[in-house]
C-alpha cells in the first residue's frame, strides 16, 4: 500500500542518474536533484518542446507509480456512473459509493429512475448534499435517456450534454470509462495540478481541457485524467502538497509549496499511500489498498 510512493521516488530519480557512479553517490545526487527540480534550473522560458517532453515524462512516471490508477465511482454500467458522476459534485467519490447501493436497488434503470418519487429519492441521496437539485437533475436525465435514447445511455459527448445535470466533465467520465472512449476530465484537482506543473494557465475548464488535449495523444487521455486525479488526492493536496514524498518533485516547477521533509511528507499520504482505506467499496482487482467501508462503517 503506502510503501508505493518511495518505490515510485527512488526509480524516477535513479532513471536520471543512470550510470552515474557508486549507489551511494546516485542516492546522495538524487536527493539534491529532488531539492532543485529540472523546471527551475535554467532562467530561460520552457520552449513549448520541452513542455511537451516533460508533461508526457510526468505522465508516465505516474503510470509507474499508480499503475492501478481508475475511476474511483462503484459502477457496473454506464447508467449507474452517470448517475453516480452526477452525484459527486460537491462531495467525495467515498460518499457517492457509500450512497449509490441503495439508490440502485431502488432505481436500477433509467425507466425506474424517471417514475420515482422526488421525495423517496431526495432521501436515498441525502448523504451526498445538495439532494434537492441532484434529485431534479436525475429524475430529468433519466426521463430523458427513457424519452429519446431508447432507455440506452448515448455515447456521444453532444447527446450527454443535453441532458439535465451533465457537463463535459461528466460526459467525459462516462465516455471514457463505460464507452472507451478518450477524453480529459478537468475535475479539481486535475485543474490544479496542471496549472502547478505548468502545462497551463488557463481556469476555465474547457480551456484546460483544450491545453491539456494538445500536450498527449488522444490514446492517453483517459488514463492521464485517472493518474493526474489519483497523485491529487493522494500527494499533491491542494493545502499541503506532500513535496518530500512526491515521485515526480525533480519534474515539478512548484515543488517546495508543501512540506519538503521525507518524513514530515509521508504523514501527509492519503488512501493507499498512506496505508488508509481508497474510496470504492468495490475497487478493481489490482487495487492495492483496503475497501472503503459502507456507510455507517468505520473509517
Known amino acids: 500500500m503506502g510503501e508505493r510512493a518511495p518505490t515510485g521516488a527512488a526509480k524516477a530519480a535513479s532513471k536520471d542518474k543512470k550510470g552515474s557512479g557508486s549507489a551511494s553517490s546516485e ?29 508526457r515524462r510526468i505522465n508516465r512516471e505516474l503510470a509507474e507509480v499508480y499503475p492501478y490508477a481508475h475511476p474511483e465511482l462503484d459502477f457496473e454500467n454506464p447508467f449507474e456512473l452517470l448517475v453516480a458522476t452526477v452525484l459527486s459534485a460537491q462531495t ?3 460518499r457517492v459509493n457509500q450512497t449509490t447501493p441503495a439508490l440502485f436497488a431502488a432505481y436500477p434503470t433509467p425507466e425506474d429512475m424517471a417514475a420515482a418519487d422526488p421525495e423517496a429519492l ?10 434537492r437539485a441532484k434529485a431534479k437533475s436525475l429524475i430529468g436525465l433519466s426521463a430523458a435517456i427513457r424519452d429519446r435514447f431508447g432507455g440506452e445511455v448515448p455515447g456521444r459527448i453532444e447527446d450527454l450534454v443535453s441532458l439535465p445535470g451533465v457537463g463535459r466533465k461528466t460526459a467525459h467520465v462516462v465516455l471514457g470509462n463505460a464507452f472507451g472512449r478518450p477524453g480529459i476530465t478537468v ?22 481541457e483544450a491545453e491539456i488535449c494538445a500536450l498527449f495523444p488522444k490514446s492517453e487521455w483517459t488514463m492521464l485524467s485517472h493518474r493526474v486525479i489519483f497523485h491529487g488526492r493522494r500527494i499533491c493536496h491542494s493545502r499541503r502538497p506532500a513535496c518530500g514524498a512526491c515521485p515526480i518533485a525533480p519534474l515539478c516547477p512548484s515543488y517546495g509549496e508543501g512540506e519538503t521533509d521525507p518524513e514530515k511528507a509521508s504523514k501527509l499520504l492519503k488512501y493507499e499511500k498512506g496505508g488508509k482505506p481508497g474510496q470504492r467499496l468495490k475497487p478493481p482487482p489490482d487495487y492495492p489498498g483496503l475497501p472503503a467501508p459502507p456507510l455507517g462503517g468505520d473509517a
Open 187 to 208: 475535475d479539481t484537482h486535475f485543474g490544479r495540478l496542471v496549472r502547478r506543473w505548468k502545462w497551463t494557465e488557463a481556469t476555465d475548464p474547457e480551456k484546460v
Open 27 to 55: 542516492s546522495s545526487a538524487s536527493a539534491a536533484k529532488a531539492a532543485k527540480p529540472v523546471a527551475k534550473a535554467s532562467a530561460k522560458p520552457e520552449s513549448r518542446t520541452a513542455l511537451v517532453r516533460r508533461a
Open 92 to 94: 467525495t467519490d467515498l
Open 122 to 131: 431526495e432521501q436515498l441521496i441525502r448523504p451526498t448534499g445538495f439532494f
